[in-house]
């Protein structure tokens, strides 16, 4: 990733390739998948920890991290990522302001499937829209459709 954004659609979704698979889908090159191995490397990973991976791993030599998260892990993942991008690209893009942009500076982007901050919510809610509710039951259903599929035990 190296700070670059991942290829998005125009509605904002990214991994479009992973996302395209269907169960008639019986090989995918490398170069097609590369991008979908690295958001697993980069962010996926995240949800378990360094710690966590490094034991894991250990104790289970041969094993892959797509043998160690579920679909839930994913799809969250993809999740929290098309949320945030544009406002996580809007702070990088400010904090490389100076002073006089900073006057000008009217900060837009905001959260694609989340509640704004300062939103007051009942009690034990998170804060997800029903939109966004609904895109990750239609990701996880997805991805797991994916892993259950694949011939190499995704």
């Not at 990733?1 to 090989?27: A, Q, V």
């Not at 809007?90 to 904090?95: A, F, G, L, N």
């Not at 990750?136 to 997805?142: P, V």
Request: glycine share 8%; net charge neutral.
């Amino acid at each position: 990733m190296n700070n670059k954004m991942l290829k998005r659609s125009p509605d904002g979704k990214i991994l479009i390739t992973f996302i395209s698979l269907t169960e008639d889908t019986i090989t995918i090159t490398y170069e097609e998948n590369l991008e979908f191995l690295t958001f697993m490397d980069f962010y996926v990973s995240k949800l378990a920890g360094a710690r966590e991976l490094k034991s894991w791993s250990v104790k289970n030599p041969g094993k892959t991290l797509l043998d160690k998260v579920i679909a839930g892990d994913i799809a969250y993942a993809i999740l929290v990522y098309e949320n945030g991008i544009d406002v996580w690209m809007e702070r990088m893009k400010e904090r490389q302001m100076n002073a006089e942009e900073l006057v000008q500076f009217v900060q837009s982007a905001t959260l694609k499937y989340h509640h704004p901050v300062g939103t007051k919510l009942k009690a034990y809610h998170d804060g997800w829209t029903q939109l966004g509710r609904d895109y990750y039951y239609s990701l996880l259903k997805m991805v797991q459709g994916i892993k259950g599929n694949t011939p190499y035990g995704m």
